[in-house]
């Protein structure tokens, strides 16, 4: 974390016609979900005077890409018409990065980024003005001791069912290296120093202003409380905690049908901890493959997928009429 991060900015230029001179040659390469989001806010603040974000979005709408944005910041209420029309071409969800409803937490953790409440606006705003875009909470990550008691998280939950929103998707306890966690780590003591000695014992280290040697994450019985919490609550408040799927209207189709309930189900396991690589794999190879699985079980060859195994053979036969 450098000291100009937030000051030095590196723009792309003629970024519409790279895009589109990209995907008009990569022929073969069949559209699928593009995020726009993960190391980067795709709307932080330059992008209000440059828009090369909505450069992208357009370029991705002429080609036929679903897309998936995730963000804090209202500017992207100003694509509401782009990702309207993306959403009914093909595919498009927005998730809104929530870590709190506390305003004082909030401050302290993104004290650049807009209010909570002002984020729970983007999401009724998309939900009142928009009819095929999907829209939701990202509850990620779940920050220790100042937004993970039961209260937090139900107030969580509780704003984004009044917000309208999709879904909630939570998980990921905050992970801890480098740099990152000596910046948290000094704040944290300047801040809300009692809190210190919680995050040793959470993280495994003693603190030094100098280097930080504790764990990257979090433990996981420390998760397994979240996650029991989190599904009581989303079932609680009918709030649904995975994002419903692309799904190409292709081959691919029957595949992402499939895949998609595997995947779901390996995700369940998982926050459950219970095995689950089996199955997250099964529905990994099937959604990947290039002929539809149905065709494949019409010549008695699903186990020749890899990690097909009886039940989840059985899994795909019983689900035939659901998918043709």
Known sequence: MPTDFENNIIVKK??????????????????????LSGAIDPYQPAENEYKNTYQCLEILNKHGYPVHIC??????????????????NTWCTVSVTITTTNQKVAHFLEARAPTPQERFNIVETIKNKTRHIQTGVLLIPIVPFIGDSDNDLENMVKHAKKSRADYIL??????MRDMQA?????????????????????????????????????????????????IRLCTAY???????????????????????????????????????????WAGQNIQNLNTSVVEIANRNELRKIRNVDDRIESFILSNMDYLI
């Open 170 to 175: 939570f998980g990921g306890g905050m992970t």
């Open 14 to 35: 003629n970024i519409r016609e790279k895009l589109d001179k990209r995907l008009t040659r990569a022929r073969k390469l069949l559209p699928d979900v593009v995020g």
């Open 238 to 280: 009918r709030l649904r905690y995975r994002i419903k799927r692309y799904i190409p209207d292709d081959f691919r189709k029957e595949n992402y049908l499939i895949a998609e309930k595997l995947l779901n189900e390996s995700y369940d396991l998982q926050i459950h901890d219970k095995p689950w690589t089996k199955t997250f």
């Open 182 to 230: 000596q910046w948290f780590l000094k704040h944290l003591k300047q801040t809300y120093p009692e809190l210190l000695g919680h995050y040793e014992k959470l993280y495994q280290f003693q603190y030094d202003p100098k280097t930080y040697r504790g764990t990257y994450e979090v433990a996981k019985n420390y998760m397994r409380r979240i996650n029991k919490e989190m």
């Open 71 to 88: 963000t804090k910041s209202t500017l992207v209420l100003r694509d509401l018409d782009l990702l309207e029309e993306i959403g009914m």
